[in-house]
């Protein structure tokens, strides 16, 4: 066996005076963990027996030649029974601290001489080691033990046997100190886990409001009637204090050291105000924004409560259902109903089958238009583990790697394997138009690369546009915990005031048989008869050419021809939005031509030909461009179209005019306006026909008669 009295240089052969003891207890030398209480908590015994079996499932085992502590054989352990939420955080905690720490918990019971001197069960070694971390926790004191906690004998036997080699376990802790040349004992542990520890003490309480059940102004008055003060920013939080988050409105800050007191109040008891990390109101958001008032929601994984929760709230006045899928077990499922109603959150429905096992012709998602993907992820960009752990049900397995401060390639690739698996289900749902990818990983193999290699995906026989990244639909403030990255992905990095996290969102792209173009208006006009005379170019809508219109005589003669045309384009001004002339900032831009003839850009002076007002006022004419607001419903608007005029016969041709050059014509693309212009129409003035004949009438640019073309 190795020699590990001369690994470590420890002489512990002879034990010193109890009395003397403290000399081996150097001022902070217990192994301290911020995410443990500042003050020692006498566990219950059932919490000992808890964080026991915990532990057994997710210690590190090593090679056989180098196992010098064994814990047994590998059997399947009985299901820690909580008595509530503290006991089992209690658990998980110890668990978690013991196995940061359990190289060096290991080598104090060897150099003490406790692991061979003392007659227990390897069975028993789980216990040993979550007890000894707590007792070294504790300086070595004695635990107080409340009558009404249920005493478990074999924790009293290990606490007993332990206490008799305090000395000796206390010189051995003493010495390993000396010997890393750590000025406090957490030195010992890697470097990413004390910047971890350090966050995760540091980290402000984040919590959403229940808009179903108090408003944001409510909370407010409650908390100022509580003592709390509003302030500007995170990093000003200090005492009673709060603020808002500055990328969801409805997301408030708190400082860390009141967790247990906001915890407790009526508002959190209540579920007006849920405590909940930020990185998932980021993804509730974003859900939100992609909505209609009427399409229903798919979210993938069934452990995200308080997420379904938060876009049921944010949703409530939409005619929506929330499907999750993967609720298998009655019991999780009456877990979740009974959380629900008391979050009087009204349109979630379960789905038993797991997401990928769900297919995309189910008739119950056919209104489905948006999926939320919350894939299982390492966690690594989380300052405290184990709220991660418990909150959104995560794999406990992950806590040993996260105890080491990073996670091993093989379980790195078995969750990216998992994502993209999801995330490649998810786009083969034909109907539906939106993908929220999120994670609380800090790796690109989670993030970056998963959505890069779906993106690549083909899908064989499955109906609908392909997918493209676009940006979050959340205000992006610049901050330097924001990574801006070039591919539209939201990241917000590990820090001080919030936990690591991925965003991403994949929208479909525009089917190009739903764009209209030019030559579609006016074919359609011919097909009314309007254009009677003039033949529709052919031309492509890329071409960079302006197509030219082919004069042909009519057998009605050219005043008829003419007539037509402007009972046309005054019927499609009439429907133009008066929102393309509110903004002056808009702009029209002419195509510049190099041809001879072709008129110049709208900012060169243009001479109309003298007899030809119909000429001059066309050109006079600017219309501009609106871009829609994302949010609302897009609405088709026609756009104002410049035809040539119709000329006469050439003897009643003005001399000023030559038939045999080129005619051109200028027009607009198709633009867009949303529905809420209509409020705007009835303030603009009429306009006048655009006849031959209009001199007298006032020079307008407003539009007449403006009702949206359905």
Known sequence: MLNLRNKFDLDVSSQPAPEKMSEFIPKDSTLHSTSCPTEPVSYPDQVFINAAKIFQGIHRKKPPDRTLVNYGPDVQLTTPEFRDERSQRWAYELAFNTLKYQDLLETILLVSGFYHSQPLPDEMTSLVVVMLYDFQYRKFQPRFISSKDDIIEEVQEVEKLL??????????????????????????????????EQRAFTLPIYAWVNTVKASVM???????????????????????????DQHCQDL???????????????????YQLVLQDKSHSLAAHSVKALLNTDDDIIVANPYADFTIAHISALTSQFSCNIYVCGVKSESREEEMVELFRNMECRNIKMLKESFTDIEPSDIRLQKAKIILLLPQCSGSGIGDPVEFILHEHGDTALLQDLSQGCVSPDRLNGLAKQQLSELNHAMKFSKVQAIVYCTCSIYPEENENVVSQALQFRLEGIKGQPYRIS?????????????????????LEPSKTCNGCFLAV??????????????????????KGLLNGIDVPKSSK??????????????NGPSVTQAKINEFLNRENSLISPRLHQDPKNSFLLRKSTKPGAVPANNTTVRPSQGHPTISKMLERKPIVVRPKTEDKIVLKPVQILLPPVTGPLSTTPPAINLRSPVYYYHQRWNVVTRSTHSLYNSYPPTYPLTGKSKEAPPSTALRHPKPWH
Do not use: W
Not at 542 to 555: D, F, G, I, Q, V
């Open 542 to 555: 890329r071409e960079k050419k302006k197509p030219k219109a082919t004069l042909h005589k009519s057998t």
């Open 218 to 244: 409510e909370v407010f008055n409650t908390l100022k009637r509580e003592g709390f003060t509003q302030i500007e920013s995170p990093a000003e939080l200090d005492g009673y204090t709060y603020c808002v």
């Open 252 to 270: 408030l800050i708190f400082p860390s050291h009141i967790k247990e007191e906001l915890g407790n109040m009526e508002m959190v008891v209540h």
């Open 163 to 196: 206490d008799s080699y305090k000395t000796k376990l206390a010189a051995a802790l003493a010495k390993c100190r000396i010997k890393y040349a750590a000025p406090t004992i957490e030195y010992i542990l890697p470097e990413t886990v004390r910047k971890q």
């Open 471 to 491: 940006p979050p639909l959340i205000p992006l403030c610049s901050s330097e915990e924001v990574e801006s990255a070039s591919e539209n992905f939201f990241k």
């Open 506 to 527: 994949l929208t479909r792209e525009k089917d190009p048989s739903e764009m209209v173009s030019v030559k579609d208006v006016l074919a359609r006009a011919a097909s």
